[in-house]
T-cell receptor
Framework: EPEVTQTPSHQVTQMGQEVILRCVPI?????FYWYRQILGQKVEFLVS????????KSEIFDDQFSVERPDGSNFTLKIRSTKLEDSAMYFC???????????FGSGTRLTVV | AQKITQTQPGMFVQEKEAVTLDCTYD???????LFWYKQPSSGEMIFLIY??????QNATEGRYSLNFQKARKSANLVISASQLGDSAMYFC?????????????FGKGNQVVVIP
């Protein structure tokens, strides 16, 4: 079963630093997403990406965030100047395939200190 | 407004028993999809089952089945013959297809603990 791969699995960063979270989606997926889950809370949509551009974003996805697919395979989420409240699990997901569903990566746990 | 409501408190289930997890949703869209995901303590999100709004049959995937009651806007997950490995958080989610919206809206989750 193809997988969505996320790296790193854990990242600790100092407040104000930039972080880049990486994802390798499944090759035949067309839509890509970032979601986040603050500890103990529900999963929240951040952004969707299709045809090399953002197709939709939530109110959470402000100017601190950016996404790109620099080499046609990796899909990255950048947070420019991290805040304490950015501490969360970040999930990459792709859509495509027979289950109509979204295949999620195993997540990156980001801790901002 | 909440799109997905999961209000059950944490549940303890005896191994081999069935458990039903409640999910109600709110949408004015006629075309939507409903999903259930499992999140074990390791944190990953595992897709379990999908129900389309136009599907006439309730979805089933192995030990998972979805009790879809469209008029009541509910999409309850039934896990039959619980196993210890079923201990996890379970999230109900919805995709509204209106205007090509592809985002998933998640509920707050149900915690299930299976006891031997």
């Amino acid at each position: 079963e193809p997988e969505v791969t996320q790296t790193p699995s854990h990242q600790v960063t100092q407040m104000g630093q930039e972080v880049i979270l990486r994802c390798v989606p499944i090759s035949n997926h067309l839509y890509f997403y970032w979601y986040r889950q603050i500890l103990g809370q529900k999963v929240e949509f951040l952004v969707s990406f299709y045809n090399n551009e953002i197709s939709e974003k939530s109110e959470i996805f402000d100017d601190q965030f950016s996404v790109e697919r620099p080499d046609g395979s990796n899909f990255t989420l950048k947070i420019r100047s991290t805040k304490l409240e950015d501490s969360a699990m970040y999930f990459c997901a792709g859509q495509g395939g027979k289950n109509y569903g979204y295949t999620f990566g195993s997540g990156t746990r980001l801790t901002v200190v | 407004a909440q799109k997905i409501t999961q209000t059950q408190p944490g549940m303890f289930v005896q191994e081999k028993e069935a458990v039903t997890l409640d999910c109600t949703y709110d949408t004015s869209d006629q075309s939507y999809g409903l999903f259930w995901y499992k999140q074990p303590s390791s944190g990953e999100m595992i897709f379990l089952i999908y129900q389309g709004s136009y599907d006439e049959q309730n979805a089933t995937e192995g030990r998972y089945s979805l009790n879809f009651q469209k008029a009541r806007k509910s999409a309850n997950l039934v896990i039959s013959a619980s196993q210890l490995g079923d201990s996890a958080m379970y999230f109900c989610a919805m995709r509204e297809i209106l205007y090509g919206n592809n985002r998933l809206a998640f509920g707050k989750g149900n915690q299930v603990v299976v006891i031997p």
